[in-house]
């Protein structure tokens, strides 16, 4: 007669147990989903740029440029850090004394981004900043053929189109320390490619 109530207590507190383990592992199991993959991108953008310089004898027209790009995100719960890499290139209309030629300009851009997906994972807000190098040449004449050191910034969102594709439009700013201190300002569209 003692028995049988210490039976149905070790059935009850073993049933409670089996009961409890499956809802311990389903709530386990969105907090380890929870932190999105790590990933890395290429990227081609295109951008409508203006190039402004200090001094007044050197006017650069607004003007069309490309871009190829690649990096890395690393994600926690809601934010994550990128390594980038970027070359941008930009072909202009100058004039410098009163003399008009084309001008080219290359930058190569090293830098980081800060990303967050909190609201959805599909819209991704980000801010971008480094240093670049800069190189400009001039077919018309070589008074501003030079090249120097800057830094960049800029703004952007991520548009995740699927597993592996994005549109990201962007505005850009970059500073150089060529021949006359000079800037650019873009704003653009880039197409990226996830893996």
Not at 17 to 36: G, H, N, Y
Not at 142 to 161: M, P, Q, S, W
Request: glycine content about 10%; overall charge negative.
């Amino acid at each position: 007669m003692i028995a049988s109530p210490c039976l149905a207590a070790l059935a009850s507190v073993s049933s409670l147990a089996s009961f409890a383990a499956p809802l311990r592992d389903e709530r386990a199991i969105p907090s380890m989903a929870s932190k999105p993959p790590d990933e890395r991108w290429i990227s081609i953008g295109f951008y409508d740029i203006d190039t402004r310089f200090e001094s007044s004898d050197i006017a650069g027209d607004g003007d069309e440029a490309f871009s190829y790009g690649a990096g890395a995100w690393w994600w926690g719960d809601e934010f994550g850090s990128a390594a980038e890499a970027q070359i941008l290139y930009s072909r202009h209309e100058a004039t410098v004394s009163g003399n008009t030629g084309e001008l080219q300009t290359w930058n190569l851009m090293v830098g980081a981004r800060l990303g967050w997906r909190g609201i959805d994972d599909h819209f991704i807000p980000y801010a971008r900043a480094g240093a670049l190098w800069r190189n400009d040449n001039g077919d018309e004449f070589t008074a501003i053929n030079d090249d120097g050191l800057g830094v960049y910034g800029g703004l952007g969102l991520e548009v995740r189109l699927g597993s592996h594709f994005a549109l990201s439009p962007e505005i850009l700013w970059t500073w150089a320390d060529v021949s006359d201190d000079s800037t650019q300002a873009a704003a653009g569209l880039a197409l990226v490619v996830r893996f």
